[in-house]
Every structure is written in structure tokens, then in C-alpha cells.
């Protein structure tokens, strides 16, 4: 049994063996109202087991509020208590008129759309929801989009804590490991929930990021959209149609084109996978941290906890995930510029929401922070002359057939050669046709397996089966070279 060392009375530096072990796991501080002195520890003495499990409970009712007692490398239900939490107090009410302008919004914005693209609108009318409400409509987003790199982090943050145990009580810690892994999920899930709520009071609707975060229902927020709209110097009621057209055009794009959230989402995660922690940075603000104010785990974050290497897999990820990205963006901003030739500010709301995408707000700036990943269309313009040649080359059903198939799907190449992408498409396409020719001819039997090879096929020079051949026996035959002329 490991035995705590005796103070020294000659040295007022110190302090209770006990309270130091204490002080060193916390930060060189002792948490509010933990008194260990009060579990009948004395200096010299030897740790009994059942005084140590006294002081575990103690120390997992200090850590309650944060470890929920749920699994996993998230505390989910701390996450959405820290995000309805950061929009508390500035959530308006949703307000009769406020539901009617969106209502009327929706409508018009449909009927525009409809003249701008081929797909067909969403069966579901667009919901408005307040900050708090948006919260609990994508949370279950959020998880997918966040539990691979929500493992390393609990992982990295559990070995930073146990590392902070004092050497002479890592033998006594074995059954607290869950503990740790609670705590880590919690200090995780406190961050995140607190960049989702941030997140909560900027966005307009369920796409501003480019993925249906609500799912399959359109969602646009009034209070946000009023909030964006001051300074602009323009109408409330285009502001909110503008707006409109590009959440609904989002919507028409992922109904009609039902592997894309997949795509989109599965390059997240594999980027996501392969993301290491800069266990450094967390073992130094373990050093800091005070369990009291699990706040103070706040500037970690916004630091970054991720280290910049980049896997060869990650580099791949990335740029499937940003042109996917960029390619939704164009195609949305190109349909919505079309919808919306009639709205005095469009051109005006067409650049501001093309400078909103490509820099972020200090909230998205603060999800990056956490989740490693910046999901912004670094080429949005690039993209939307894309699908604007392609509109002028092929018309509306030809420009949005050519999200038809996933393997099909424009490439960075296209974004840089708009011109070029029919013939590039019509090279691949005739590949495929003699590919597909060749295997009908395979299946069907029109290769003859019995055709002689090359080695076995006649040559000029060479005798044929039914030429006539000399007989050396018969000196009479005509074939024989000893009668001929020249003999």
C-alpha cells in the first residue's frame, strides 16, 4: 500500500501530504468545498482503501454537474445544455407575423425556383424556428458529423488527466478510468455545445454551412435574419425572400440528388479520422485547469487542439470535401442569381452572402476550433461560372443532369476548364460505350475462342495445308524442284 510521506515541521512550505497530492490533480488548488482533511486523513499515515473510495465519491460529486453519466467520447446531454444554454436570454419568440412572413416567403421563392432549376421542390413547408429550437433540430447532425474527432479528443484529454494523478496514487486509480473518460467526454461536450449555441445566434437556416442540418424540412430563423439585415440598407422583405431561395434551393438539391449528403458527410468523416491531437497543448492546460470553472478549458479550444500535419488520406478527404462544397455552393449561388432576376438587391445580397461563405463568422471560426475542419467553398466563384456555362451550353435539365451519377460528379479539372468539360465528359463517356460494347460482345459469344493465335496463324511464306507437296520418290511429280527447268 502506497504511503503518503510525512510533512516536514521545520519547512512552512510544507503542507499536508494529502492536500498537496490534491493541490497537484487540480491545478495547485484545491476545488470549493473539498476538504480532505475531513475523510480522516492524517499526515504520515497509510491510504486505506476504504477512505480512498470515500474520497472518489467525493471527488465524482464535484464532477456530477459535468459527467452526466452517459457513454461514449461526447456528454451529449451536456452538449445541448451548453448550447440552449449559450442562446439563453437572447432567443426571441416566434411571433405570428414572423411565421406568416416566412410562410409567404417560402412560397414566392418556390415559384421563382421552379423557373431556375429542373428539381422539383420539397414536399414539406419551411419551418420557422428560434435560436434554441434550431439546437434541437440538428444536434443529431451534429453527432455524426463530430464523434470521430470527439474520440481522439477524449481520448487525449482522459491520458492528460490521469497524467496529473500523483505517482503514489496511480496504483489506487485503476476503477476510476471511467470516471476520467466521463470527465473527458463532458469537457468535450461543455465546448461543443457552447460553438453550437454560438453557432445558434448567426446562422440564417438549416444550410448555412451547406448541409440540411435539420433534415428533410426547410428551416430559416426570423431573429438571426433580422439581425442580418441590419446595416444592409436594404428591404426586410427581400432580405428574407433572398434568404428564402437559398435554403429551398439547398433542399431542392439534396432531394434530387440523394447520395450527396453522404458524400458530403462521408468526407468529413474520413478526414476526421485521421486527425491527431497535440497532446502537448493538453497536458499543459490540464496543468491549469480548474475543475470549479470548466470554462477555463475554453481558451484550449480556442487555440486548437489539433496538430497541422495532414495524412496522404486527410489531403484526399479535403479536396473531395471542398469541391463537393464548392460545387453545391456554385450551383445554389447560380440558381438563386437566376430565381431572383426580379429582386432589386439581389446583386447586392449575391455578394454579401458569397463574402459570408467564404470567410465565416467568429462562430464558425470557433467550430473549426474544435472539430479541426473548415467547411467553407474556397472556390465558390469558380464553381458558379461553372454551372453557368454549363446552363448556357446545355439548358437547365442538361446543367443539372450533371449531378446525375456520384462517379460522374464535376472535378476540380472542370472548375478550372469550364470549356472544356463536355469534350473531357464525351472522352470518358466513349471509353465507357467500347467497354461496355466489349463486354456485351465477351457475354454474348461473338469472340471466336477457336481463331488461331499468332503464333499459329500462316504466314506468307510459309506452305498452306491444302497446297500440293512434292514427292521425292516420284521423280515424274511436277512438284519436284529436281525436274523443274532450273534443275
Known sequence: ???????????????????????????????????????????????????????????????????SGESGPVNWTLAKQSAREATAGADPSLTANSKGAVENAAKLADLWLSQATSFDPTPQDPQALTRSEWVDKTMDSWKRLTEPVAISVSQAMTAALQEQIPEEMRGLMGGTSGMMQSLGGALFGSQLGAAVGALAKEVLGSTDIGLPLSGDRPALIPANIADFGEGLDLPDNEILLFVALRELAHMRLYRAVPWLKDHVIGAIEDYA???????????????????????????????????????????????????????????????????????????????????????????????????????????????????????????????????????????????????????????????????????????????????????????????????????????????????????
Open 1 to 67: 500500500m502506497a504511503e503518503i510521506p510525512p510533512t516536514n515541521p521545520n519547512d512552512p512550505d510544507d503542507n499536508d501530504p494529502m492536500q498537496e497530492m490534491f493541490k497537484r490533480m487540480f491545478g495547485g488548488q484545491m476545488p470549493p468545498g473539498f476538504d480532505p482533511a475531513s475523510l480522516g486523513l492524517t499526515p504520515g499515515q497509510g491510504a486505506d482503501p476504504a477512505q480512498m473510495q470515500a474520497i472518489f465519491r467525493q471527488l465524482q460529486g464535484l464532477f456530477g454537474a459535468m459527467a
Open 273 to 487: 479520422r485521421g486527425i491527431t491531437i497535440d497532446t502537448s497543448h493538453i497536458d499543459e492546460a490540464m496543468r491549469d485547469f480548474d475543475p470549479a470553472r470548466p470554462e477555463s478549458m475554453q481558451d484550449v479550444f480556442n487555440e486548437g487542439l489539433f496538430t497541422p500535419h495532414r495524412s496522404p488520406a486527410q489531403t484526399a478527404a479535403l479536396a473531395k470535401l471542398e469541391n463537393a462544397l464548392a460545387l453545391i455552393e456554385g450551383w445554389v449561388d447560380e440558381v438563386v442569381a437566376d430565381a431572383a432576376v426580379n429582386l432589386p438587391s439581389a446583386a447586392a445580397l449575391r455578394e454579401t452572402m458569397r463574402r459570408r461563405r467564404a470567410s465565416g463568422g467568429p462562430a464558425e471560426q470557433a467550430f473549426a476550433s474544435i472539430v479541426g475542419l473548415e467547411l467553407r467553398p474556397r472556390r465558390l466563384r469558380e464553381a458558379s461560372q461553372f454551372w453557368a456555362h454549363l446552363k448556357e451550353e446545355r439548358g437547365l435539365e442538361g446543367r443539372d443532369a450533371a449531378w446525375e451519377a456520384e462517379d460522374l460528379m464535376p472535378t476540380g479539372e472542370d472548375l478550372d476548364d469550364p470549356v472544356g468539360y463536355s469534350s473531357r465528359r464525351a472522352l470518358v463517356n466513349a471509353s465507357d460505350e467500347d467497354l461496355d460494347a466489349a463486354l456485351d460482345r465477351l457475354l454474348s459469344g461473338g469472340y471466336d475462342e477457336s481463331a488461331p493465335t499468332d503464333e499459329e496463324a500462316p504466314t506468307e511464306d510459309a506452305p498452306k495445308d491444302d497446297a500440293p507437296k512434292a514427292d521425292p520418290e516420284n521423280p515424274e511429280d511436277p512438284e519436284n524442284p529436281q525436274d523443274s527447268p532450273k534443275g
